[in-house]
């Protein structure tokens, strides 16, 4: 009953005109973000927080979080349209998404990234509301060594992603890795293969990689053709998603809010991991599994409803302890203490109203959003008509003002051009770019993960395997890695006999 | 597929055992307290491996298809991939000296008149357009700070 | 011919005595366009917050935006690779901690010191700590030393190598003759994570630690620089007054504001004056960093560069008696 009670003062401070007004604003800006590529959240916010100084800190907080959110729904946009995943939570998006575009089905792809984020977004949030206090103490739980369990984990399933081998997925996530140990060590303070280039000492940058991999590789693979055969096929089929796709996106829709919201909550990695968990969940359980990579529907339902879910959950750390997730969340929280706001687990003793009156104001601008994104699909259609000849330098001039927006370093434009080429090998030797990206990103984090295990363990390996949450997310990763050789090896037994 | 194969598989191959050495020379250290190079070695030993069986895969595998279609363009479609990504790197060495506008400028002349040759007007009018309209959306609109070159823009 | 050659001639006299007028305007007014600061850690972070809450009343006094530029990287140096590259014309400046400046060259192993800098200002101190769950079972410093020596090694969270808070823990270690290894941690924020969860007693601070302790959920062991944020500060132990040769000066230095090398004095003055009115003159500057628990004071051009140099000076050797030296 007390929770009835929060929530009906969280909404009275929400849906005030002013609060509304300033988190449709806040949704907008979000959704222009996540659509244009390299732009992030954090740029944004960072950028606004001095303007912010002027209201209340419930109202900028409001208006700040609905970017985040609000650029997850922008994201994808770009991923199914144009083959650039707007953030790495986008990624696996574009595996199926943009194959959908080739195929004149970019509407159903963008509405039905709309709807599974908004069902994702809306239920995750009664979960925050209903499970923060349980769900923080899960959350911490999470030490070294399980993170470390976990990263292994969902490497095993990280060649479940796209139409290549396994083998070949297995390779490019190895590549991804080696390339995220690029940098300067972080215990030891010694720059590893970074060839006296300055940029490189804090690792390569995930914006320049992605946007070269996809983005960039994508173009020149494209242009070898004729620009007048238009890349994207002329008759766009439908606006809005068939019966057919509905039927099919139930299922995933669902099971990604599941995988979205637990795994969000899991500081660092959480909200990435449940993209590509949904993903690989989807494939497996699915009665077509040859359809996923050339523009199965559920391979943009799951992943999207996954990511929102996700984004909406990351803010329990936040607001329950006072841990940022994610750098977004961070400057949200640098944001807070400008106001005068100290987050923290007495966050929402003392300001009750920003706790409640932001976590209601999601509810209201996740439906902001999905009134402003379903319309918008029939523009960003229509975008596609653009000539290529036009459209192309138009998506490289998004790349590379996106990718020097984030550090104001050229270099990075030229990691970008270089990972630009990277991509276009990578489609001519047959390779896929999703694993190498999952593989970059969590490269440090498993590295970190399993030095701190160590240091913690004075040496001993069993503390993978002597904690229960490890434990078990070792043995399910084993036992995946195991499946994978047994059925290579059957196949290979029926393919010579 | 079989030749494309084999040959990323020795690229991978050769890659990996330059990688271990490089570890090598970082220092393993210990299983107790692991040096810089303990991690980048063993991922040079998984792809290591994995390329080895990538081969013996390819060795095994579809000669039959060798006479399907060559994915590599011909010398057109060859000359406007390297003609783009020159470009783009000459557009990342001189951003911050020619500042932005201008840059933007002469990436979008090249591009339209390389790749597939617009007429003259068309070129430069979109060109003109496209830089001074994105430095608007971008600097004006949403204040990010866009490199001014000698001429102040 | 004639009217040609007078017209020429004046414009030659002219020009010089109009372009000495218009640099004298320009050293009068300053600033007349948008100033930078580099901030060398990404959005969010300390050093970002603090460059943020200080931009307003940068514009509200001198009319000119303060465009906040994150470049972070390598330790905090490749912020002043950029600052080195600018014009010290007042235009260009960076937000950092002047131990980057006077450590660096042990820490990240860079060419430059501190004569490469101008110094504008300091104006906060960090508010260095180690911190443990407030559960632990030592009640305070020595109780904490004694477990240590009974029950070697024990283990630490740090927020990164070669950093302030962990050369003092290498100096305690050495000094009393225990065996602390620092588990690395990338921040704060996965710092507090795990010590929440259990899976390490113990995290160094460098600010931010107050919401955690206000709610109770750690206790200061040793407070190094600045005041701690426990309920009763006079129970926590300072390092300075239970180990008083700890060489606390030459560790931890202040937060302040720095321009390339080469800015004329009277300009250095202005822009002193400006920022010191927009930082430790400015109440939402002050507020902010009531919030993060870090002492605002301030420190002028000459003092600080002082104190760097000395710093400077001292770390070499103190570097090398630790056995932290980059190899």
């Known amino acids: 009953m007390e929770m009835l009670h929060h929530i009906l003062f969280g909404f009275q401070v929400a849906m005030t005109p002013a609060n509304l007004l300033y988190c449709f604003f806040g949704v907008l800006l979000g959704t222009l973000i996540g659509v244009l590529p390299g732009l992030g959240p954090v740029a944004t916010i960072s950028i606004l927080m001095p303007i912010t100084l002027s209201i209340s800190p419930v109202s900028a907080i409001i208006m700040l979080s609905g970017i985040y959110y609000g650029a997850q729904y922008g994201g994808s946009t770009t991923s199914i349209l144009i083959n650039v995943p707007g953030e790495a939570t986008s990624v696996v998006t574009c595996i199926d998404g943009y194959k959908m575009a080739l195929q004149g089905r970019a509407g159903p792809a963008l509405g039905i990234s709309a709807i599974g984020s908004f069902i994702g977004g809306m239920v995750s949030l009664l979960g925050v509301m209903l499970l923060a206090a349980p769900l923080a103490n899960f959350a911490l739980r999470f030490g070294p060594p399980e993170y470390f369990s976990l990263i292994f984990l969902s490497l095993t399933i990280v060649s479940g992603l796209g139409t290549g081998s396994t083998l070949k997925a297995l390779l490019m996530a190895g590549l991804g890795m080696l390339t995220g140990a690029i940098g300067m060590d972080m215990s030891t303070g010694i720059p590893r293969f970074t060839f006296g280039i300055r940029t490189l000492y804090d690792g390569v940058g995930l914006v320049p990689a992605i946007m070269g991999l996809f983005g960039i590789g994508e173009i020149l693979t494209n242009i070898e053709e004729k620009l007048e055969l238009d890349i994207f096929k002329t008759k766009i089929k439908r606006i809005l998603p068939s019966r057919e796709d509905w039927v099919r996106s139930r299922g995933p829709i669902g099971r990604g809010t599941l995988i979205g919201f637990f795994l969000g909550v899991i500081p660092g990695g959480g909200a990435l991991i449940s993209t590509f968990a949904s993903y690989a969940v989807e494939k497996k359980i699915s009665r077509h599994p040859e359809q996923f990579g050339q523009g199965a529907i559920e391979g943009v339902a799951g992943p999207e409803t996954a990511n929102n879910a996700g984004a909406q959950s990351s803010f329990i750390p936040m607001l329950a302890l006072g841990i940022p997730p994610n750098v977004v969340l961070a400057v949200l929280i640098s944001a807070l203490i400008i106001h005068g706001i100290q987050p923290g687990p007495l966050l929402l003793a003392k300001h009750p109203d920003l706790f409640w009156g932001v976590i209601t104001s999601m509810f209201v601008g996740n439906a902001m959003l999905l009134i402003l994104n379903l319309p918008l699909v029939g523009l960003w259609v229509q975008l596609l008509r653009v000539p290529y000849t036009y459209l192309f330098p138009a998506i490289l001039l998004f790349c590379l003002v996106g990718v020097y927006s984030i550090t104001n370093n050229y270099v990075e434009i030229l990691l970008m051009v270089f990972f630009g080429v990277v991509g276009y090998l990578m489609r001519k030797f047959d390779f896929e770019p999703a694993p190498f990206v999952m593989g970059l990103v969590l490269s440090s984090m498993m590295e970190n993960a399993f030095r701190q295990s160590l240091t913690l363990s004075e040496g001993s390996m069993t503390i993978f395997f002597t904690r229960p949450i490890s434990a078990l997310l070792m043995a399910v990763g084993l036992g995946v890695l195991v499946c994978y050789v047994v059925l290579g090896v059957r196949k290979r037994e029926r393919g010579a006999g | 597929m079989g030749s494309r194969d084999r040959i990323s598989a020795i690229v991978l191959l050769t890659l990996s055992v330059m990688v271990c050495i490089g570890a090598l020379g970082y220092g393993l250290g210990t299983f107790s307290t692991p040096g810089t190079g303990f991690f980048p070695f063993l991922l040079g030993i998984l792809i290591g491996f994995l390329s080895i069986l990538m081969l013996a895969h390819a060795k095994r595998g579809e000669e039959v298809k060798e006479s399907a279609k060559s994915p590599w363009p011909g010398i057109e479609g060859r000359k406007k991939v390297l003609a783009i990504v020159a470009a783009l790197g000459g557009y990342g060495f001189l951003l911050e000296k020619l500042g932005y506008s201008l840059t933007t400028f002469l990436l979008f002349v090249l591009l339209l008149k390389g790749i597939q040759p617009q007429k003259w007007y068309l070129a430069m009018g979109v060109a003109l357009l496209a830089s001074l309209g994105s430095y608007a959306l971008f600097q004006v609109g949403l204040q990010v700070e866009l490199p001014r070159g000698f001429l102040g823009m | ?327």
């Open chain 3, 1 to 327: 011919m004639g009217k040609r050659m007078i017209c020429v001639l004046l414009v030659c006299s002219l020009g010089p005595l109009a372009l000495n007028l218009e640099r004298s305007f320009a050293q009068e007014a300053y600033p007349t366009k948008p100033i930078t600061m580099l901030v060398p850690f990404p959005p969010g972070g300390l050093s970002d917050t603090t460059a943020r809450s200080y931009a307003g009343a940068v514009q509200k006094i001198t009319g000119q935006p303060l465009v906040v530029v994150n470049k972070p990287g390598a330790g905090g140096t490749i912020a002043v690779d950029a600052l080195q590259a600018a014009k010290p014309d007042g235009y260009t400046l960076l937000e950092s901690s002047a131990s980057t400046l006077a450590h660096g060259m042990f820490t990240q192993g860079v060419s430059w010191g501190p004569k490469d800098f101008t110094v504008i200002l300091g104006h906060s101190l960090y508010n260095f700590a180690f911190v443990v769950r407030a559960d632990a079972p030592w009640k305070n410093f020595d109780e904490w030393v004694q477990y240590v020596r009974q029950n070697p090694p024990f283990k630490y969270g740090c927020y990164g190598n070669l950093v302030t808070m962990h050369i003092v823990m290498e100096w305690i270690g050495k000094r009393l003759g225990l065996k602390l290894v620092p588990v690395h941690f990338k921040g704060d924020a996965e710092g507090t994570q795990n010590v929440l969860g259990g899976h390490i007693m113990g995290h160094c601070y460098a600010g931010g630690q107050d919401a955690l302790i206000k709610a109770g959920k750690m206790k200061t062991l040793i407070q190094v620089t600045g005041e701690p944020c426990d309920a009763d500060p006079k129970s926590v132990a300072k390092l300075k007054e239970v180990l008083p040769d700890a060489p606390v000066d030459i560790i931890a230095l202040p937060r302040g504001i720095f321009g390339p090398k080469g800015m004329p004095e009277t300009l250095q003055a202005k822009v002193a004056d400006v920022f010191r009115k927009a930082t430790v003159e400015n109440p939402e500057f002050i507020r902010t960093h009531q919030l993060m628990k870090m002492e605002v004071k301030y420190f002028g051009p000459k003092d600080l560069e002082t104190a760097i140099q000395k710093a400077h000076s001292g770390f070499g050797e103190l570097i090398k008696s630790l056995g932290l030296e980059r190899k």
